[in-house]
């Protein structure tokens, strides 16, 4: 989920975080969100190899692996990666792991080998400069056969870039339906600028407190960033409905090599 580096690890309470994830992401409500949205566009573009740039606690990759496509799943933080095994374990599937830099993936992976590369949950967006996102990208490109797809998605921060001051009052309005939907854990904005937004979640039952920053994308900045690294067609959906909503709390993109 997070890409090993000390300045994002600042940003993070680790295992705090590991141990609300789950209850957080819900993986039963986050597969009925999107209705299909992930295993359908897989089956579109007839993929059958899969990285997972982001494996976080295991969500996508087990869930894939259960239904019958190859994944190499891609985890550089240790906590995150040793919830994600014992989750694989518990589900009866065997983790095919990396814990690889994205921007140089290229090092250890085979060019043009995988039919599809996801990286979903906002991750990219732990990265805090343009040069490093633009690299990542250029990455996951070049691992990805010809006509091979990435598939991204990112959180709505120009809603929050927008709304600011409210926010920060303590007026987050977030559906819950479709990413991060989870009861008992609850997720705010405590500080948001044009460079970073940093997040801080609270299980009710436990009151234990997590934080998490990210770079706020905002309003077309990341589909602009995908074209700069290569990727000519790319479809833009908004809470997993092919359009573009300007009041939808995430957005997924299918860029085509």
């Excluded at 633009?134 to 990455?139: F, G, V």
């Excluded at 709304?163 to 559906?175: A, M, P, T, V």
């Excluded at 602009?224 to 709390?249: M, V, W």
Aim: aromatic letters at 10%.
């Amino acid at each position: 989920m997070l890409l090993g580096n000390a300045t994002i690890h600042k940003n993070y309470n680790s295992q705090n975080l590991v141990d609300m994830w789950g209850d957080l992401i819900d993986w039963k409500k986050r597969r009925e969100g999107e209705n299909g949205f992930l295993i359908d566009q897989l089956r579109k573009h007839n993929v059958r190899r899969v990285f997972d740039a982001a494996l976080g606690d295991g969500c996508d990759s087990i869930y894939l692996l259960q239904k019958g496509f190859d994944v190499t799943s891609n985890e550089i933080d240790k906590t995150f990666l040793a919830k994600a095994l014992q989750n694989a374990k518990a589900n009866n599937v065997q983790l095919k792991i990396t814990s690889l830099d994205w921007r140089e993936l290229d090092k250890e992976l085979e060019i043009e080998s995988f039919d599809a590369v996801i990286i979903l949950g906002n991750s990219l967006t732990y990265l805090f400069t343009k040069e490093t996102r633009l690299k990542a990208l250029e990455q996951f490109r070049r691992i990805l056969k010809k006509s091979g797809i990435l598939i991204i998605d990112e959180r709505n921060c120009q809603n929050i870039l927008d709304n600011r001051d409210e926010i920060l009052k303590g007026n987050f309005n977030y559906s819950g339906k479709y990413v991060y939907c989870g009861e008992k854990v609850h997720g705010r904005p405590i500080e948001i600028s044009d460079d970073k937004v940093k997040f801080e979640y609270t299980d009710e039952r436990t009151n234990k407190i997590a934080y998490l920053a990210m770079y706020p994308w905002k309003r077309d900045e990341l589909k602009k960033l995908l074209q700069e690294a290569g990727f000519e067609l790319i479809e833009q959906y908004s809470d997993y409905l092919p359009k573009e909503n300007p009041d939808a709390d995430f957005y997924q993109y299918v860029c085509v090599k």
